[in-house]
């Protein structure tokens, strides 16, 4: 795991200068590579590269970057792991007779696979996760390429120089672009306003105009002659249609949709032949996945997906695995005792970590450091720690993040099929009719209703915010009439366009709206409502969410983190299984199960699904309220000029006071402005 970053000098710069600045961009990703750091300059075109090193595989010198081919022809800075390097080197060494090897690391083993097959045939054997910049001397070319899925971050884009020609850069995070001197770029209202609406800015943009994330299984091509058919968009690459923007060419070599294609004419009969075939490649890429010079573990929140990748981890292992887990003092987050009970019967060497709620809150002050554009999952919090306890013990940790949107995990999944069934069976003009009479009450009066009606039948299982719960069925009454409305509806925050303070003449209605979500789906196999949001959540979310998160809590501690449900061979099997094995009835990852319970008793796992949470709404009103106020500060935000200073008092009034329930909305406007305040 590493970091890169580079960009094309300027000519007024000086290449002396230019190394210089170099040197501070790479620094600023000692994180992400804390044992060596190594630089790359041409003068003829005036491109630098620089990288920041983790040492996981080939610990020796020989593994250093920027690297250069055997050629001298290719040139690498390269973040990730290629699980399969061996069987290429394998594969190589058969077709090639005069290879001979400097090193024992996969970064080696790229190049002479990118030389030897050329890009476009290299990329599909790889079993692995990367960003890659890449320079071809011969031809001037330089390229910029990122995983299937998106698990190594890459950031693009052109920084506005005041009084100067733009500059094309890259990085692994935004601060080391921001390094750049005299970087001025603006923050963007678009990129704003999604970010309050999905609680993350959604690829291809990123908080800054100009900056941009190069999108999961994409290549980038920089070349000195412009391409001819020029996009004005945001640039977003259809499988049939790249995108084509100054120097820029963006071609996707991985389509999702097209894999999904495939995979629904070979459809699996019976789930036992589902889950066998899953059950098989899970333990050949987590044999793969374990390859590493370095300490390596897993972490363990005892659910589903992190126990059955533990499962078979320890059944493949000799020695027993270290597994990691976290605790809170309060019972109700606390999911630790869930982890030791497999942790004890898998019996692995477990580590329990308890954060308490002052050493949570310490880490708050430092998430815009560590996340570098406004991020406002607020299981950021426990998975940083998480990460802070396997550093302790281990530098490569795997986990059992894309479960969920692989094999119908999600609540939604379960709720909303169901629920678009119940909506659509009534006629628009009556759903409208019922939604605008569910609103005519305001929240307060159906809580008091329920609270009445709660005393009268005795309910002893009460249902929390029932007020704001009848006011979202009564928007999606309203507003709802269609599953691509619904699932919107189910996966952002309402009326984020009252946060974001706009001039009316540059805001679209649908600037909320994400390209993947525009997006058309494959023309085959997906073809009902679940299957369709685990497919739009595999697109961004879990690239832009779940991935982003454990990218940057685990580099921020120097850990490497593995994904093995990720590897396109799991992701391949799981399109090829129907809905009804993923699915049955109201519990999702049935074929995961049937693979978890040969090894874990049924009733150690079974229990509602949790998210990983903190008490936050709670800490909001107490021990961080002093914190809360003086970045929600009234006059503050009417002079910062980009959120509305009005609503956001009435909210955070609301929520002080317990009318509303506002924490997912109040601790995103913090985030953002934790964030505001540490550009400054």
């Known amino acids: 795991m590493c970091g890169i970053t580079g960009f094309y000098k300027p000519n007024q710069i000086k290449i002396l200068e230019a190394e210089n600045i170099l040197k501070s961009m790479t620094n600023t990703l000692s994180h992400r590579g804390p044992d060596a750091s190594g630089i790359f300059s041409d003068s003829s075109t005036n491109l630098l590269m620089g990288h920041r090193r983790l040492s996981i595989l080939d610990t020796s010198n020989d593994g250093l970057q920027p690297m250069h081919s055997h050629s001298a022809n290719l040139v690498i800075a390269y973040n990730g792991e290629i699980y399969n390097h061996l069987e290429i080197r394998a594969q190589l060494e ?27 045939d290299t990329l599909p054997k790889l079993r692995g996760m990367f960003a890659i910049a890449l320079f071809d001397k011969s031809k001037g070319d330089f390229y910029l390429i990122r995983d299937r899925f998106g698990e190594k971050p890459l950031y693009y884009g052109w920084i506005d120089q005041k009084d100067e020609k733009s500059v094309f850069s890259f990085a692994s995070e935004l601060k080391a672009i921001k390094k750049f001197p005299n970087f001025s770029n603006q923050i963007s209202k678009d990129a704003l306003l999604q970010y309050f609406s999905y609680m993350y800015v959604p690829s291809p943009l990123s908080i800054y105009e100009g900056i941009y994330k190069l999108e999961p299984g994409c290549i980038l091509k920089f070349t000195s002659q412009p391409p001819q058919k020029q996009m004005c968009d945001i640039p977003h690459s259809l499988s049939n249609e790249p995108y084509a923007y100054k120097n820029i060419i963006i071609n996707r070599w991985y389509d999702l949709g097209e894999i999904i294609n495939t995979a629904s004419q070979n459809r699996f009969e019976n789930s036992e032949e589902a889950t066998s075939a899953l059950e098989s490649e899970l333990e050949e890429v987590i044999r793969l996945q374990s390859l590493s010079d370095v300490p390596l573990g897993a972490f363990l929140s005892g659910g589903v997906d992190s126990s059955t990748i533990v499962a078979l981890m320890q059944k493949k292992s000799s020695e027993p695995i270290k597994t990691f887990t976290i605790g809170f003092e309060d019972p109700s987050f606390d999911e630790s005792p869930f982890a030791r ?7 692995t060497d477990h580590s329990e970590l308890l954060v308490t709620a002052n050493d949570a809150q310490s880490i708050i002050p430092n998430l815009p450091k560590i996340y570098d554009e406004p991020f406002a999952d607020y299981s950021q919090i426990p998975t940083y720690f998480v990460c802070k306890s396997a550093k302790q013990a281990v530098t490569v940790s795997l986990s059992g993040d894309a479960g969920d949107e692989l094999f119908g995990g999600y609540n939604r999944y379960l709720i909303g099929p169901g629920l678009w069934s119940k909506i659509s069976i009534l006629p628009r003009f009556l759903r409208e009719f019922i939604g605008k009479i569910l609103l005519f009450l305001p929240i307060n009066n159906w809580d008091l209703i329920y609270r009445q009606y709660s005393k009268f039948f005795f309910k002893k299982d009460a249902i929390s915010h029932f007020g704001e719960k009848v006011h979202k069925m009564a928007s999606r009454l309203r507003n709802v009439h269609s599953e691509d409305q619904l699932f919107l509806s189910l996966i952002t925050e309402p009326l984020a366009e009252r946060i974001v303070l706009n001039d009316k003449k540059n805001f679209k209605s649908d600037n909320q709206i994400p390209p993947f979500l525009k997006d058309p789906l494959p023309a085959n196999g997906v073809n009902d409502f679940a299957s369709m949001m685990m497919y739009r959540d595999t697109l961004n979310y879990l690239t832009d969410d779940i991935l982003c998160k454990v990218d940057r809590a685990s580099m921020s501690n120097s850990l490497e983190t593995r994904v093995p449900f990720l590897d396109h061979k799991i992701v391949e099997l799981a399109w090829r299984m129907p809905l009804k094995m993923k699915i049955n009835r109201s519990e999702g990852k049935s074929v995961l199960r049937n693979i978890l319970y040969k090894h874990v008793p049924k009733k150690i796992i079974e229990r509602p699904k949790a998210g990983f949470s903190i008490p936050l709404g709670d800490w909001l009103k107490g021990p961080l309220k002093e914190w809360a106020d003086i970045l929600l500060e009234k006059s503050r935000i009417q002079k910062e000029g980009y959120l509305n200073a009005e609503y956001v008092s009435e909210i955070w009034a609301e929520h002080l006071e317990g009318k509303r329930d506002w924490t997912f909305k109040i601790w995103s406007i913090l985030m953002f402005q934790s964030w505001l305040e540490s550009t400054k």
């Open 94 to 120: 058969e077709e090639n007779t005069s290879v001979s090897w400097n090193s024992t690391s996969d970064t080696e083993t790229l190049l002479e696979a990118f030389e030897h097959w050329g890009i476009s």
């Open 341 to 347: 009970d497999v942790a004890n019967h898998l019996k």
